[in-house]
Nanobody, 125 residues
Framework: VQLQASGGGLVQAGGSLRLSCAASLRTVSTSTMAWFRQAPGKEREFVAAIRWRGGSTSFADSVKGRFTISRDNAKNGVYLQMNSLKPEDTAVYYC???????????????????WGQGTLVTVSS
């Protein structure tokens, strides 16, 4: 399974970006998909996830109400719409794919088997 993240860039605070993750095979329709991020000098942290079974979503408190996650099974893609961006959202964003991840485990990096290469998001103040 290969994951290719794209859509990062430089944006001013308050702006929006849409990240995309293209997956090989039929990954999106059979996996729990997630976005994580890692800022310089910090640990990788959970951002959002969407289960393949039922489409349940989960968001980190820091992005709730500003970010949305969606998937397109036909295109085998997962998307992260980021609105009202803040300088503290600056990080490398990674998409990840896991199996049938239970709701309580969606935020754990260890629940995901495959990882993309990351795309850099920089939010200027």
């Amino acid at each position: 399974v290969q994951l290719q993240a794209s859509g990062g860039g430089l944006v001013q605070a308050g702006g929006s970006l849409r990240l995309s993750c293209a997956a090989s095979l039929r990954t999106v329709s059979t996996s729990t998909m997630a976005w994580f991020r890692q800022a310089p000098g910090k640990e990788r942290e959970f951002v959002a996830a969407i289960r393949w079974r039922g489409g349940s979503t989960s968001f980190a408190d820091s992005v709730k109400g500003r970010f949305t996650i969606s998937r397109d099974n036909a295109k085998n893609g997962v998307y992260l719409q980021m609105n009202s961006l803040k300088p503290e959202d600056t990080a490398v964003y990674y998409c990840a794919a896991g199996g049938d991840v239970i709701l309580t485990a969606m935020r754990a990096p260890s629940s995901y088997t495959y990882w993309g290469q990351g795309t850099l998001v920089t939010v200027s103040s």
